[in-house]
């Protein structure tokens, strides 16, 4: 039965949360793959809007069992603040899986991220803090504490105080910071351990039968394609795949069992953090945008930088994650503009490229190449059907679709959990 993925198309926030709550009543779990509480969904139900970093958004819906899977980086008291901030809204996170193989962000995870960005300086990557890259790199380099290990107070000793061995040198002689004291670290991960020991799972055995049974299994992504440490814009990328290829790897189950591959794709373009952005508006087009978009992060509240659409990118996408279904978001936002420019190429140094540039320094003086598509001036946050869409609207989605290379199969009109033209089933 299926398995379908969700990743964003761009550079994350392109609204992952309203798909996911659209397929919710179909849907029997929710994984997520990557990442950690960098993420960030908001998802509007009603007259309440919940903000999720780390927990699935088939929290929400009581029927959904939420998968926390081995590719994401846990930071435990983030976690356990965000299922308490949800019980005091009265929803229960009892069913919560998380994967024994999942890696945990440390203290020293955090602190290191800090200190190396503040030595960066002017070449920061423009994290978000939360200890996601040096998470992830210890979990390559093999010093990592996996979920598992607060089952085993023993193991967890140990683990703590060989990384803190080699983490305190660092943090003392390099960064010239105060070290962590291992002792302290151990008791407040024992006191996670109590909290967190009932979700622990085997969740790629029980995603594997649940599968067999014919469950619904929706893998969401955290970030977006173009901060793929593979495939993204390196080194203003995140440390883990977003992509459909890292929905697998990241849940545990093997590609064969993906039937749908659905990316998320904002009707203009918005990136968080540093990096190059060849539509990126400076002006107070792009404050409009931001503005009229509500272009904050919900994780750390940065101001998101605004441009418009850019259809090399949205082309890119399709290929690397073989997108079978786009939704597109916030096309609502875009109303009341005469005009839309759309990014169908780059000139890069006098030549034009109709794909991503090979290397960094080429994408890096991309100058978008602009397509004028006529706007609209209607209202269309109550459009229940494609065809109750303006003409100019219509064509502008259909332009999309085309120069993505990907059928558009539900349109995001507004915030809200119904404001969503569906043009034919995701499932
Ligand atoms: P990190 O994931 O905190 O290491 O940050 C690396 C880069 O990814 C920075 O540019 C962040 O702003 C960006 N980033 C991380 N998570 C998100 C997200 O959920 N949305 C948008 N950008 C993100």
Redesign the pocket.
């Known amino acids: 039965m299926p398995a379908a993925v969700l990743v ?1 198309a761009q ?3 392109e609204g992952k949360g309203k798909a996911t709550d659209l397929l919710g009543g179909d849907v029997d779990y929710v994984v997520r793959y990557q ?2 509480n ?3 969904h908001t998802v509007v139900i009603g007259d309440q809007k919940y903000a999720l970093h780390l927990l699935p958004t088939g929290i929400l819906s009581p029927d959904v069992v939420p998968v926390i899977g081995n590719g994401v980086v846990i930071d435990p008291g983030v976690l356990l603040s965000e299922i308490d901030g949800l019980a005091a809204r009265g929803i229960s996170a009892e069913r919560l899986l998380i994967s024994s193989n999942a890696h945990l962000i440390m203290p020293h995870h955090k602190a290191l ?1 800090k200190v190396t960005e503040r030595y960066l300086g002017k070449a920061r ?6 200890g ?2 040096p998470a992830y790199g210890d979990k390559i380099a093999r010093m990592g504490v996996r979920v598992q290990d607060l089952l085993d107070p023993g193991i967890l000793a140990k683990k703590i105080e060989v990384a803190l061995g080699e983490k305190n040198q660092v943090l003392t002689k390099v960064y010239n910071r105060r070290g962590i004291e291992p002792a302290a670290v151990l008791e407040e991960y024992l006191a996670y351990a109590e909290r967190l020991k009932p979700h622990i799972a085997d969740t790629s055995l029980v995603l594997s039968k649940a599968l067999d049974e014919g469950k619904f299994v929706l893998l969401e992504g ?3 394609t173009l ?1 793929d440490i593979d495939h993204g814009t390196y080194p ?4 883990s795949s977003p992509t459909s290829g890292g929905a697998c790897a990241g849940a545990g189950i093997p590609p064969n069992r993906l039937t749908k591959i659905i990316g998320i794709l904002k009707a203009y373009t918005t ?5 190059p952005f060849p539509t990126e508006l400076t002006d107070e087009v792009g404050e409009w945008l931001r503005q009229t978009g509500g272009e904050y ?4 509240g ?1 101001n ?1 930088r605004c441009g418009w659409f850019d259809a090399v990118i949205a082309r890119y996408a399709t290929r690397i994650n073989g997108i079978t279904d786009y939704f597109l978001t916030k096309l609502d936002v875009l109303s009341g503009l005469e005009r839309i420019p759309v990014c169908v190429a780059y000139d890069v140094d006098g030549v034009r490229h109709d794909e991503i540039p090979m290397t960094q320094t080429d994408f890096h003086h991309a100058v978008p190449v602009y397509e004028e598509l006529p706007g609209w001036q209607e209202d269309i946050t109550s459009a229940k059907s494609f065809d109750d869409l303006p003409p100019n609207a219509q064509a502008y989605v259909r332009a999309l679709e085309e120069m993505s290379g990907a059928p558009i199969s539900a349109i995001g009109v507004g915030p809200g959990r119904d404001q969503t033209v569906v043009v034919r089933s995701l499932v």
């Open positions: 964003g550079w994350g926030d990442g950690g960098n993420a960030g991220d990557i423009g994290t978000t803090g939360r996601i890259g955290g970030q977006g901060l203003f990328v995140t440390s990136r968080v953090g540093s990096g992060g919900v994780t750390t940065r998101r």
